[in-house]
């Protein structure tokens, strides 16, 4: 397989260096608090059938991999809640499993592979919270030093998270937006490789992991040992719910059915669903409107509250090619979602996992029972206890005996 960079607005090639985050040319015309412009995608060329190793189609050697398991994250095949709701091809791919607990792994440990193959060592990068914590576990499996730059509002679970394996945090005095700006600026100055979502290509490519595991996962046979016919296949990958905020994660799911459809083994690209909060909403505006504006957004599900999504430009353009969808919930239907799930899974995502969730709960009355829907959960429940704390309600009185309970 050959490997190039592929500007997602003019389409230039580029070779695949370190020095080259964004198209020298698109990028010319940045503005400030817009989208990046210029956005570089990984391109494939060459051939594969189904039985291809998933490390066959990413751009660097699995030599330089590090060393712990990312990806290959279960699907889960949720009987109760298939019941209850009735979409009997109802999938949950649970991504909180991955090492670092957040689907932001499979982003770090390609850009980690990537530096190590280029003897960069030093790592930085701005992150709500999973991003970071993310370089940080990854980096210090690869032996590699990692600087991180997150907002004060970051939930505690992944600062601390961050720092127990050993990475550089700054806090910054403002939002994720703020952070991200402030990162740039460090490793224009500092040298090494920046990992912030979307400026590196590896955080999109890496990311299209995902969708190359569904199709294994889901092609190969169903879990409950059947093998799925032709018709079904392509059925299979009907509907994916997957929660937005840079939309790094969207582009990466998008890229993995792309390079999938190239080869020939799939015939269509899946409907993909974006969820949003409703208060942070900046995709779903520009959905309608067409135009990004830098609105400042709040929303307890931290890992999607995002200003400016940095790939906006990007994820939007997939989104409209691919006939995709965008949706927003609200703060309250995040939580009420999130606690449902565990009752009837079994499974704790963050609040941005449960928004997937929430999204596919509002859209269901819409959608055909039949249809095989995947939904994300990109993060795990323990990352931000104080959120799901509003979900539940907390014991109110110590007991001493049996007695004072019977
Ligand atoms: C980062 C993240 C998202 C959103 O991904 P984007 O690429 O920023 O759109 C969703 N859920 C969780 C748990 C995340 O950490």
Redesign the pocket.
Known sequence: MEFKYCCSICNKNFNIVPELNLCPDCSKNQQPDQPLLGVLEVKLKGIADETFAISDLLPVEPEYFPPLPVGNTPLWEPANLRQKTGFKNLFIKD??SNPTS???DRASFLVSAFAKKFNINDISLA?????GS?MAGIGAAAGQSVTLFLPKTAPKAKLVQALQYGAKVFQVDGNYDMAYDISLAYSQKKGGMNRN??YNPM?IEG?KTVSLELFKQLGQSNLNGTKLNKSELNRARDIVF???????????VYKGFRDLKQLGLIRDIPKIV?VQAKTSDALFRAYTTGKFENIPTTTI?D??C?DV???GIH?LAQIKQYNGEVMTVTDDEIIQAQASLSRTTGLF?????A??FAGFLKAAPGLDPDALIVI????NGL?DIASASLGISMPQTLIHSVDDIL
């Open positions: 991504d909180g957040s689907f932001k992150s709500t919270g999973n991003a993310s979502t979307a955080t990311k997957v929660s937005v905020g840079d939309g790094c994660i969207l582009a990466g974006a599900a890992s999607i995002v999504p940095r790939n994820a995502t963050e609040p941005a996992g928004a997937a994300l959960t990109t993060g990352k």
